[in-house]
């Protein structure tokens, strides 16, 4: 089966930019989406077709895809996104989550 | 504004079965394809199952596949999921989510999660 790779923790300085890759084969021929997960809470999108925005979510929010990549960054993070965050795609008919990067805002 | 209610979910002795339930409300629910995707304990998300916004095309993962049943009820605006054959590994919090994209079979992304409901599998 198909599966989409995260690294497992990202740490970054208030202010600084922050990626999180997502890696598969030939992952850049499909659509990714990224969830951002807080503590007790449910996940939100917020990047969906690689590099779009759900109204909401804040501008420093954006994503790309080419090759085997996908790549979440966030410039000049905040404290409050300190979250865990998933990629998402398909493989045929299933639908593939990676298994989580948890950000830290340090 | 969208809202999904689980429930259904609680404590089930291994090799029973559960159903949970998913009331939908705020958007035109027979026009989007639905998604069960559940997260173990300080796990990561795991896809179960995801159903045709026309409930003619359902999708299982391997982990359920054969002891797992997504349905729906547009008339009632609820999604179902029957998991049968309970093991460990099946304790997780359920979430109901919606896609983003409507008339679309299945594919797409997710906009929208409810708050989930707690399965719990354990004599």
């Known amino acids: 089966s198909y599966e989409v790779t995260q690294p497992p923790s990202v740490s970054v300085s208030p202010g600084q930019t922050a990626s999180i890759t997502c890696s598969g084969d030939?992952?850049?021929?499909?659509?990714v989406s990224w969830y951002q997960q807080k503590p007790g809470q449910s996940p939100v999108m917020v990047i969906y077709?690689?590099?779009k925005r759900p109204s909401g979510i804040p501008e420093r929010f954006s994503g790309s895809n080419s090759g085997d990549t996908a790549t979440l960054t966030i410039s000049g993070t905040q404290a409050m996104d300190e979250a865990d965050y998933y990629c998402?795609?398909?493989?045929?008919?299933?639908?593939?989550f990676g298994g989580g990067t948890k950000l830290t805002v340090l | 504004q969208v809202q999904l209610v689980e429930s259904g979910g609680g404590v089930v002795q291994p090799g029973k079965s559960l159903g949970l339930s998913c009331a939908a409300s705020?958007?035109?629910?027979?026009?989007?394809?639905m998604y069960w995707v559940r997260q173990a304990p300080g796990k990561g998300l795991e896809w179960v199952a995801v159903?045709?916004?026309?409930?003619?095309?359902?999708y299982y993962a391997d982990s359920v596949k054969g002891r797992s049943t997504v349905s729906r009820d547009n008339s009632k605006k609820t999604l179902y999921l029957q998991v049968n054959s309970l093991r460990g590994e099946d304790t997780a919090v359920y979430y109901c989510?919606?896609?983003?994209?409507?008339?679309?079979?299945?594919?797409?992304?997710?906009?929208?999660w409810g708050q989930g409901t707690l399965v719990t599998v354990s004599s």
């Open positions: 998402q795609a398909w493989d045929s008919s299933s639908v593939v």
């Open positions: 705020g958007f035109t629910f027979n026009n989007y394809a």
């Open positions: 989510a919606k896609t983003a994209n409507p008339l679309v079979d299945v594919h797409g992304w997710i906009d929208s």
């Open positions: 159903i045709s916004y026309d409930g003619r095309n359902k």
């Open positions: 030939k992952l850049g021929g499909e659509y």
């Open positions: 077709q690689d590099s």
